[in-house]
Protein backbone atom coordinates (compact mmCIF):
# COMPACT_ATOMS: atom_id res chain seq x y z
CA UNK A 1 0.00 0.00 0.00
CA UNK A 2 1.15 3.29 -0.72
CA UNK A 3 1.83 6.24 1.26
CA UNK A 4 -0.49 8.32 -0.57
CA UNK A 5 -3.48 5.77 0.25
CA UNK A 6 -2.38 5.00 3.67
CA UNK A 7 -2.68 8.24 4.38
CA UNK A 8 -6.11 8.87 2.85
CA UNK A 9 -7.33 6.44 5.39
CA UNK A 10 -6.29 8.50 8.28
CA UNK A 11 -9.00 10.12 10.24
CA UNK A 12 -9.18 13.96 9.52
CA UNK A 13 -8.15 15.17 12.66
CA UNK A 14 -4.72 13.18 11.81
CA UNK A 15 -4.38 13.46 8.40
CA UNK A 16 -2.45 16.60 8.91
CA UNK A 17 -0.34 15.52 10.93
CA UNK A 18 0.91 12.86 9.28
CA UNK A 19 1.35 15.04 6.47
CA UNK A 20 3.17 17.49 8.32
CA UNK A 21 5.57 14.39 9.74
CA UNK A 22 6.12 13.01 6.09
CA UNK A 23 7.04 16.48 4.52
CA UNK A 24 9.66 16.73 7.22
CA UNK A 25 11.19 13.65 6.68
CA UNK A 26 11.54 13.97 3.29
CA UNK A 27 13.19 17.07 3.94
CA UNK A 28 15.80 15.73 6.51
CA UNK A 29 16.40 12.84 4.26
CA UNK A 30 17.68 15.26 1.29
CA UNK A 31 19.70 17.73 3.71
CA UNK A 32 21.42 14.68 5.44
CA UNK A 33 21.31 12.91 2.43
CA UNK A 34 20.18 9.51 4.00
CA UNK A 35 21.74 5.88 2.82
CA UNK A 36 24.04 5.43 0.38
CA UNK A 37 22.79 7.90 -2.21
CA UNK A 38 22.90 10.45 -0.07
CA UNK A 39 26.45 10.26 0.52
CA UNK A 40 27.24 9.73 -2.93
CA UNK A 41 25.34 13.14 -3.47
CA UNK A 42 27.04 15.08 -0.43
CA UNK A 43 30.53 14.00 -1.74
CA UNK A 44 29.67 15.74 -4.90
CA UNK A 45 29.38 18.84 -3.86
CA UNK A 46 30.35 21.61 -6.07
CA UNK A 47 32.18 23.65 -3.11
CA UNK A 48 36.14 23.40 -3.76
CA UNK A 49 37.13 21.06 -0.49
CA UNK A 50 39.95 24.08 0.74
CA UNK A 51 36.81 26.31 1.25
CA UNK A 52 35.59 25.12 4.46
CA UNK A 53 39.27 23.77 6.08
CA UNK A 54 41.10 26.60 5.26
CA UNK A 55 38.62 29.21 6.60
CA UNK A 56 39.38 29.66 10.40
CA UNK A 57 36.79 29.40 12.72
CA UNK A 58 35.28 32.08 14.61
CA UNK A 59 36.95 32.66 17.77
CA UNK A 60 34.93 33.03 21.00
CA UNK A 61 37.78 34.89 23.12
CA UNK A 62 37.58 38.94 23.53
CA UNK A 63 39.84 40.97 21.21
CA UNK A 64 42.80 42.39 22.32
CA UNK A 65 42.73 45.26 23.50
CA UNK A 66 44.97 48.46 21.32
CA UNK A 67 47.84 49.22 23.42
CA UNK A 68 47.89 53.00 24.08
CA UNK A 69 50.49 55.78 23.45
CA UNK A 70 52.16 55.63 26.72
CA UNK A 71 52.27 51.67 26.44
CA UNK A 72 54.38 52.60 22.72
CA UNK A 73 56.55 54.54 23.95
CA UNK A 74 57.71 52.27 27.01
CA UNK A 75 58.34 49.37 25.06
CA UNK A 76 60.24 51.35 22.33
CA UNK A 77 62.09 52.62 25.11
CA UNK A 78 63.08 49.11 26.32
CA UNK A 79 64.80 48.59 23.67
CA UNK A 80 67.97 50.38 23.16
CA UNK A 81 68.83 52.16 20.14
CA UNK A 82 72.43 52.22 18.55
CA UNK A 83 73.73 55.39 17.08
CA UNK A 84 76.49 55.53 14.98
CA UNK A 85 79.89 57.53 16.27
CA UNK A 86 80.14 60.80 14.54
CA UNK A 87 83.15 61.67 13.26
CA UNK A 88 85.69 63.22 15.71
CA UNK A 89 86.85 67.32 14.67
CA UNK A 90 90.97 67.12 14.66
CA UNK A 91 91.86 69.23 17.63
CA UNK A 92 89.42 71.43 19.28
CA UNK A 93 91.85 73.84 19.04
CA UNK A 94 91.89 73.75 15.54
CA UNK A 95 90.54 76.40 13.25
CA UNK A 96 89.51 76.29 9.60
CA UNK A 97 92.65 77.32 7.43
CA UNK A 98 89.99 79.58 5.56
CA UNK A 99 89.11 81.86 8.84
CA UNK A 100 92.82 83.24 7.73
CA UNK A 101 92.06 83.61 4.03
CA UNK A 102 92.31 87.88 3.46
CA UNK A 103 94.08 88.67 6.79
CA UNK A 104 97.16 90.86 6.24
CA UNK A 105 99.63 91.41 9.70
CA UNK A 106 102.03 94.40 9.89
CA UNK A 107 104.94 95.00 11.70
CA UNK A 108 108.92 94.48 11.67
CA UNK A 109 111.66 91.89 10.72
CA UNK A 110 115.02 92.03 12.29
CA UNK A 111 116.84 90.44 9.46
CA UNK A 112 120.74 89.28 9.88
CA UNK A 113 122.49 89.03 6.87
CA UNK A 114 126.17 87.28 5.69
CA UNK A 115 127.78 87.49 2.57
CA UNK A 116 130.13 85.32 1.39
CA UNK A 117 132.56 85.06 -1.97
CA UNK A 118 134.91 82.97 -3.50
CA UNK A 119 138.35 85.18 -3.17
CA UNK A 120 140.33 82.65 -1.35
CA UNK A 121 143.30 81.99 -3.08
CA UNK A 122 142.09 78.50 -4.21
CA UNK A 123 138.70 80.11 -4.71
CA UNK A 124 137.00 78.44 -1.76
CA UNK A 125 133.88 79.91 -0.21
CA UNK A 126 134.94 82.93 2.65
CA UNK A 127 132.93 85.14 4.79
CA UNK A 128 133.42 88.57 3.69
CA UNK A 129 130.99 90.48 5.47
CA UNK A 130 127.89 90.28 7.73
CA UNK A 131 124.36 93.35 7.98
CA UNK A 132 121.98 93.57 10.43
CA UNK A 133 118.53 95.12 9.59
CA UNK A 134 115.37 96.35 10.90
CA UNK A 135 112.87 96.82 8.20
CA UNK A 136 109.17 97.21 8.23
CA UNK A 137 107.51 94.29 6.75
CA UNK A 138 103.88 92.82 6.08
CA UNK A 139 102.65 89.41 5.32
CA UNK A 140 99.50 88.91 3.44
CA UNK A 141 97.12 85.14 3.34
CA UNK A 142 94.65 84.53 0.92
CA UNK A 143 92.78 81.63 -1.02
CA UNK A 144 94.87 79.19 -2.46
CA UNK A 145 95.63 80.18 -6.29
CA UNK A 146 94.59 78.91 -9.12
CA UNK A 147 95.78 79.07 -12.73
CA UNK A 148 94.89 77.33 -15.95
CA UNK A 149 93.46 73.87 -14.43
CA UNK A 150 95.45 73.90 -11.19
CA UNK A 151 94.74 74.66 -7.57
CA UNK A 152 97.72 75.58 -5.29
CA UNK A 153 98.01 72.75 -2.64
CA UNK A 154 98.58 74.95 0.41
CA UNK A 155 95.88 75.79 3.26
CA UNK A 156 96.16 79.79 2.01
CA UNK A 157 98.43 81.52 -0.38
CA UNK A 158 101.30 83.65 1.46
CA UNK A 159 103.10 86.54 0.23
CA UNK A 160 105.50 87.95 2.65
CA UNK A 161 107.48 91.37 1.85
CA UNK A 162 110.16 93.16 3.93
CA UNK A 163 111.41 96.34 3.18
CA UNK A 164 111.15 98.37 -0.46
CA UNK A 165 112.24 95.86 -3.36
CA UNK A 166 115.26 97.92 -4.48
CA UNK A 167 116.32 98.22 -0.48
CA UNK A 168 119.79 96.64 0.73
CA UNK A 169 118.68 93.34 2.67
CA UNK A 170 114.82 93.55 1.54
CA UNK A 171 112.86 90.02 1.02
CA UNK A 172 109.84 88.32 -0.46
CA UNK A 173 108.37 85.26 0.30
CA UNK A 174 105.35 84.13 -2.23
CA UNK A 175 103.87 80.55 -1.79
CA UNK A 176 102.59 81.05 -4.97
CA UNK A 177 102.26 82.48 -8.32
CA UNK A 178 100.31 82.16 -11.71
CA UNK A 179 102.57 82.95 -14.55
CA UNK A 180 101.43 83.94 -18.49
CA UNK A 181 102.99 82.37 -21.37
CA UNK A 182 102.05 81.42 -25.22
CA UNK A 183 98.36 80.12 -26.01
CA UNK A 184 100.55 77.55 -28.30
CA UNK A 185 102.38 74.94 -27.13
CA UNK A 186 105.50 73.85 -29.15
CA UNK A 187 103.65 71.91 -31.81
CA UNK A 188 100.57 74.96 -32.38
CA UNK A 189 98.36 73.37 -29.93
CA UNK A 190 95.71 75.64 -28.02
CA UNK A 191 96.48 75.69 -24.62
CA UNK A 192 95.63 77.91 -21.32
CA UNK A 193 98.12 80.50 -21.34
CA UNK A 194 97.80 80.18 -17.23
CA UNK A 195 99.83 78.64 -15.51
CA UNK A 196 100.10 78.31 -11.93
CA UNK A 197 103.99 77.94 -9.80
CA UNK A 198 103.52 76.93 -6.79
CA UNK A 199 106.92 77.57 -4.51
CA UNK A 200 106.59 76.89 -0.66
CA UNK A 201 104.89 73.43 0.69
CA UNK A 202 103.04 74.93 3.49
CA UNK A 203 101.62 73.50 6.40
CA UNK A 204 99.46 75.02 9.22
CA UNK A 205 98.05 73.80 12.29
CA UNK A 206 97.10 74.31 15.54
CA UNK A 207 97.86 78.12 15.52
CA UNK A 208 101.57 76.56 14.28
CA UNK A 209 102.64 77.77 10.54
CA UNK A 210 105.70 75.39 9.11
CA UNK A 211 106.73 76.31 5.78
CA UNK A 212 109.51 75.11 3.12
CA UNK A 213 110.70 76.49 -0.06
CA UNK A 214 110.51 73.44 -2.50
CA UNK A 215 110.89 75.09 -5.67
CA UNK A 216 112.44 78.61 -6.92
CA UNK A 217 111.29 78.18 -10.14
CA UNK A 218 114.50 79.57 -11.54
CA UNK A 219 114.83 77.27 -14.76
CA UNK A 220 111.38 79.12 -15.54
CA UNK A 221 113.33 82.61 -15.06
CA UNK A 222 110.09 83.23 -12.71
CA UNK A 223 111.94 83.20 -9.30
CA UNK A 224 109.81 85.49 -7.05
CA UNK A 225 111.59 84.23 -3.69
CA UNK A 226 114.27 86.76 -3.37
CA UNK A 227 116.88 88.43 -0.93
CA UNK A 228 117.98 92.23 -2.25
CA UNK A 229 122.03 92.83 -1.64
CA UNK A 230 123.91 95.54 -4.12
CA UNK A 231 127.12 93.61 -5.68
CA UNK A 232 130.41 94.71 -6.78
CA UNK A 233 131.55 96.51 -9.46
CA UNK A 234 134.30 93.63 -9.95
CA UNK A 235 134.24 90.52 -8.03
CA UNK A 236 136.90 90.41 -5.68
CA UNK A 237 137.55 93.62 -5.92
CA UNK A 238 135.10 95.87 -3.17
CA UNK A 239 137.56 98.59 -3.08
CA UNK A 240 136.32 99.71 -6.76
CA UNK A 241 132.76 100.04 -5.14
CA UNK A 242 129.56 98.29 -5.77
CA UNK A 243 126.70 98.73 -8.52
CA UNK A 244 124.22 101.33 -7.77
CA UNK A 245 120.84 99.92 -6.15
CA UNK A 246 120.49 96.23 -5.19
CA UNK A 247 120.81 93.17 -7.15
CA UNK A 248 117.64 90.18 -6.36
CA UNK A 249 119.17 86.91 -5.31
CA UNK A 250 117.24 84.03 -5.99
CA UNK A 251 116.39 81.93 -2.67
CA UNK A 252 117.29 78.25 -2.25
CA UNK A 253 115.20 75.54 -2.25
CA UNK A 254 115.39 74.21 1.84
CA UNK A 255 114.67 77.89 2.80
CA UNK A 256 111.76 77.92 5.81
CA UNK A 257 109.58 80.12 7.38
CA UNK A 258 108.13 78.70 10.62
CA UNK A 259 106.61 79.85 13.75
CA UNK A 260 103.09 81.04 15.62
CA UNK A 261 100.60 82.10 13.48
CA UNK A 262 96.74 82.83 14.14
CA UNK A 263 93.57 85.31 13.06
CA UNK A 264 95.04 88.11 15.30
CA UNK A 265 99.04 87.94 15.41
CA UNK A 266 102.34 86.28 14.05
CA UNK A 267 105.35 85.60 15.38
CA UNK A 268 107.70 84.04 12.90
CA UNK A 269 111.50 83.16 12.05
CA UNK A 270 112.94 82.50 8.44
CA UNK A 271 116.40 81.17 7.70
CA UNK A 272 117.84 80.17 4.26
CA UNK A 273 120.27 80.89 1.84
CA UNK A 274 120.29 82.07 -1.91
CA UNK A 275 120.80 79.83 -5.06
CA UNK A 276 123.84 80.88 -5.92
CA UNK A 277 125.51 80.19 -2.60
CA UNK A 278 126.82 84.11 -1.60
CA UNK A 279 124.14 85.14 0.87
CA UNK A 280 122.75 83.41 3.76
CA UNK A 281 120.01 85.24 6.06
CA UNK A 282 118.06 84.86 9.00
CA UNK A 283 115.29 86.96 10.26
CA UNK A 284 112.33 87.27 12.80
CA UNK A 285 108.84 89.10 11.97
CA UNK A 286 106.19 89.85 14.51
CA UNK A 287 103.27 91.55 13.47
CA UNK A 288 99.68 92.12 14.16
CA UNK A 289 96.46 91.84 12.02
CA UNK A 290 95.07 94.85 10.93
Known amino acids: MSVMTWVRGVPGFARARVITAVCLGLICATLTGCGDEGQAKAGASTAPPSTFASSPSPSTSPPEPTPSVSDVATTEADDPVTESPQDE ?78 QAGAVSFWSSAV ?27 DGELDASLTDPHTREAVALNLLNWPSPVVACRSDLGQLPGGYPHALASGTTF ?14 GSSTDSLIQFHFAFDGTAS
Not at 96 to 115: H, N, P
Not at 258 to 271: F, H, I, M, N, V
Open 258 to 271: AGQLDGSSASLTAE
Open 89 to 166: SASDGASDASALWGKAYSGTADISVDIYDFCNADGSRRLADSQTYSLASTLNLSRPRTGGDETEDNPFSLLFAAGDPS
Open 179 to 205: STTSGQDLAGNPRDPHVLLTYWDVDWS
